[in-house]
């Protein structure tokens, strides 16, 4: 692919690294690329970072057609940069965009893409403990018409963000409310795709957790309001009796998380059960009385993996593991870290050097 290249005349300066937050500083450059039914994709370019002009009619303004992915790049003890199974967010950005009608992008122009633009900016990957450069690729509709005739006009960009170790004080459990009013996605629906109108259907109740000190929600199914999903923006595992528990997939309302999906495939290579299965609340809630629910965790990209300490079911709140990580959530936390960063071996072929 031809990638043209504007360099930015007024290259901005890296925050020092232990004042960096998350998605909130941006590096120089961007990636971008248009999509027209006539031409299909063209005109791939990495260009400034900065403001794009749109049309106040472009679809994705009215209707949400939008898709994005997840990523980061690593900076390995020789200064070599590394992305983590980046054919996975390919794949996906693809799963996505089918269900929500935006042209698909061809799995290996979006892996380029993200090796050339991390490239033209790798001093923008920092250098402490635990800090990475996030990277943003996201997908949307500019056809500039309120009537829905389909999509044929989009644009694909990848922007940047150095961002800090996400436990930058040591791990810290969360606490997590179970959601019992508004749901996230029902079967049939786009629970399954990384699309922006998921997270606009999960505020309210985000905003509800957080005013109420938790600092995310539980998802429950959107039929039953029985089963457990994930939590806002991470996959959900749980160790009941000794085995590693995840909802399955099956349903198409939960994100088939890369984190989720490496965990399992680590923990089966230890020979730890892991089960991929329907999970209620009720088998959830009586597992934390009866002293089954050794362990709960999120697992994402953003924190890899994220310790539960505390859940709030009906008014009442339920401790996991005296608030503590517990051993199998370290254990895959120090190997996911450990190959991401180059200081484990990578057994799996998972990293790729930019
Ligand atoms: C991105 C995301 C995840 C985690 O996926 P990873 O590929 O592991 O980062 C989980 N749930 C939702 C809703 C997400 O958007």
Not at 182 to 196: H, L, P, S
Not at 323 to 344: C, H, S
Request: charge should be negative.
């Amino acid at each position: 692919m031809q990638i043209s290249f504007t360099k930015n005349p007024n290259p901005g300066k890296m925050p020092p690294e232990d004042k960096l937050g998350f998605g909130s500083v941006f590096s120089d450059h961007m990636f971008v690329m248009d999509y027209t039914d006539e031409k299909k994709w063209h005109n791939a370019r990495i260009v400034p970072y900065g403001p794009i002009e749109i049309n106040p009619a472009a679809s994705v303004l009215h209707y949400a057609n939008e898709v994005f992915e997840g990523m980061k790049a690593y900076r390995w003890a020789d200064d070599s940069i590394h992305l983590f199974r980046p054919m996975e967010n390919a794949k996906r950005i693809n799963i996505s965009a089918e269900r929500i009608g935006l042209p698909e992008i061809p799995t290996d122009i979006f892996v380029e893409a993200v090796r050339e633009v991390v490239k033209v900016d790798k001093d923008w990957v920092p250098h402490s403990e635990g800090t990475s450069l996030y990277i943003r690729p996201f997908l949307f509709s500019l056809d500039p018409e309120l009537a829905l005739h389909g999509i044929h006009e989009a644009k694909f960009m990848i922007i940047l963000s150095p961002s800090a170790s996400y436990f930058a004080e040591g791990i810290k459990p969360v606490k997590i409310m179970l959601e019992t009013e508004d749901v996230r996605a029902v079967r049939g629906g786009t629970g399954y795709t990384k699309c922006g109108g998921n997270y606009a259907a999960s505020n309210r109740a985000g905003d509800r957790a957080m005013a109420k000190g938790y600092s995310q929600v539980l998802w429950l199914d959107g039929v039953h309001r029985k089963y457990i999903e994930e939590v806002g923006a991470m996959n959900v595992m749980f160790k009941i009796d000794g085995k590693v528990v995840t909802p399955s997939l099956e349903n198409g309302s939960i994100l088939g998380g890369i984190t989720r999906k490496s965990c399992l495939e680590v923990l089966r290579s230890w020979g730890v059960p892991a089960e991929e299965r329907l999970l209620s609340v009720d088998e959830l809630i009586g597992a934390a009385e009866s002293g089954k629910l050794e362990e709960a965790f999120g697992t994402g990209t953003a924190a890899v993996i994220s310790p539960i300490g505390e859940l709030f079911y009906n008014n009442k709140k339920y401790t996991v593991n005296g608030f503590k990580i517990g051993p199998v959530a370290q254990r895959l936390y120090d190997e996911l870290t450990g190959i991401q960063w180059g200081k484990k071996p990578d057994p799996f072929g998972w990293t790729e050097c930019v």
